[in-house]
């Protein structure tokens, strides 16, 4: 499937990044405006420095911009944590963390107000002499560990490094001369959680990574992590079907800790743990609480013992064995005290609250009916609601009802197997749908995470790139008149700018004609 795009981009031409955008703070420009500081200077790029102690994850983010840039320069960048030095360079690093950023903040040299303490907000800004032996610098500095990490990978998006560069073989246009203007850019997400659901991966995903990486492994997996971390995105519920990334390869978890990638399980998968992972340590015991509690009160305990003290979102709650629903009807009593024992068992583990521990509780297909029938689950326990499997926002938070610390959130659908039909094949998504749908959701509150069943991942690269653009920041796209704009700007970052309105409107029939009756739903 890659070699799609691949095909295409070299018909098209090599992708180019467009400068619309030259005006205004540290914004990219191919030529020098007054004022601006050098990033590549007749195919020469500048140097990167880091903290050699700061957080690895924010590291590996640097060294990937030393590699990116060095794409656009079409020559080795450098990457450094030794002491800088240099007409101009580049500093990233995380506050609280890094010696170099803290050293700029405490002599005033970096302004990080509206930043520091702000979940995954970043700065950059261009600094004058900000160091001895350094005339100027574009400082990158992160709020906390993502935060930095995305200021990396939003400059190497704005300087024509696609987020799919990688998963689409988006080729990288030469720049000999690239600038950046002076000033100060901040930013940060809306939504707190952000992420993707690798689900219904048999065979297309299994087939090829198979072939790629011997499996789903944390060789797999880095190159996931790192596409949700450039999308700006921080969260996955990993592939399932007979497959477990804890137990198939303990380093997959580990890397995700590593890079920033939050770890989640799918709405049936309690606790940590994979759905297959039943079958192959449950000893052939049933999946029912009623009749099996100790042993599924075990089975549990193991995923929250390994989760550790990596960052991620525990599911909580119960469905039946295969996706299914758990009893006939609404056992409320007998659910409640599963979440009550869950609770009990982080609790014990974690040597904390429980309220400590992320959690969620999702109230997909007959759950739901759980939650409109008056069961209620701690406060700080975050509420995902779902779609019906088809796009549509089954409920959301009344309208003025009190605040929730653990807030709601949407699970949405890209891609579904189940009755009446299964749609699974290609994008039948419509941007302007999902527009739709999460401009509600945000409306209404449920803004604490947002997720999304992407399938197989391809081919659905430009609504994931809608979707968690959309959570990033959903004011950027307050109206329906960037639903036409948008088509064109991603076109444009994956195939350059000479054929992007054309192929932006090819993207935008192409879904309005395809959405109206889906292939798999003709007989």
Not at 1 to 17: E, H, N, T, Y
Request: with cysteine.
């Amino acid at each position: 499937m890659r070699l799609f795009f691949l095909s295409l981009a070299l018909f098209l031409g090599l992708a180019a990044p467009s400068f619309a955008e030259c005006a205004g703070p540290v914004a990219v420009c191919p030529g020098q405006a007054q004022g601006a500081m050098a990033l590549v200077r007749e195919g020469r790029p500048v140097a990167i420095y880091a903290d050699a102690h700061d957080w690895p994850g924010v590291l590996r983010a640097a060294r990937n911009l030393q590699s990116d840039l060095g794409r656009v320069a079409g020559g080795e960048a450098s990457f450094s944590t030794q002491h800088p030095h240099g007409e101009s360079i580049i500093i990233v690093g995380a506050i609280g963390r890094s010696a170099l950023i803290d050293h700029l903040v405490r002599t005033h040299k970096l302004d990080v107000s509206n930043v520091a303490g702000h979940w995954e907000a970043f700065v950059q800004q261009v600094v004058e002499h900000p160091l001895p032996g350094v005339a100027r610098a574009l400082v990158i500095a992160g709020a906390d560990k993502r935060g930095a990490i995305y200021g990396v990978y939003d400059l190497s998006a704005r300087m024509g490094v696609s987020p799919w560069t990688w998963w689409a073989d988006v080729p990288v246009r030469q720049q000999a001369d690239l600038y950046t203007t002076a000033g100060r850019r901040i930013d940060e997400p809306r939504v707190r959680y952000r992420g993707i659901f690798l689900n219904d991966e048999d065979p297309s995903l299994k087939g090829w990574a198979t072939e790629q990486f011997g499996g789903l492994n944390h060789q797999f997996y880095e190159h996931v992590f790192d596409l949700i971390l450039r999308l700006k995105g921080n969260y996955l519920w990993p592939a399932m079907w007979g497959k477990s990334l804890w137990d198939d390869d303990p380093q997959s978890a580990d890397l995700a800790d590593e890079m920033g990638v939050v770890l989640g399980t799918s709405h049936h998968e309690p606790m940590q743990r994979s759905h297959v992972e039943w079958e192959r340590y449950g000893h052939g015991g049933a999946w029912n609480y009623a009749t099996n509690a100790a042993a599924l009160r075990d089975f549990w305990r193991q995923g929250i013992i390994r989760r550790g003290e990596r960052e991620s979102i525990v599911t909580i709650g119960m469905r039946g064995d295969g996706d299914e629903p758990m009893t006939q009807g609404t056992a409320i009593a007998l659910l409640e005290r599963i979440v009550h024992d869950q609770r009990q068992i982080i609790e014990e583990v974690t040597h904390r609250p429980a309220s400590q521990t992320p959690q969620l509780w999702a109230l997909y297909k007959e759950v739901q009916d759980y939650y409109d029938q008056g069961m209620r689950v701690p406060d700080d326990v975050t509420l995902l609601f779902s779609d019906d499997n088809w796009g549509d926002i089954r409920r959301l938070p009344t309208l003025g009802a009190p605040a929730r610390a653990g807030g709601y959130g949407i699970y949405y659908h890209f891609d579904y197997v189940g009755g009446p039909r299964n749609y699974k094949w290609i994008n039948t998504n419509q941007i302007e749908r999902t527009w739709e749908q999460m401009h509600l959701a945000r409306a209404y509150g449920a803004d604490r995470i947002w997720i999304v069943n992407v399938g197989d991942l391809k081919p659905m690269e430009f609504p994931i790139s809608f979707f968690l653009d959309y959570a990033w920041n959903p004011e950027a796209c307050g109206d329906v008149s960037c639903l036409h704009d948008y088509p064109v700007r991603w076109a444009a970052q994956q195939f350059g700018p000479e054929y992007a309105h054309r192929i932006g409107e090819l993207l935008t029939r192409y879904t309005q004609y395809n959405a109206r009756r889906k292939p798999e739903l003709l007989d």
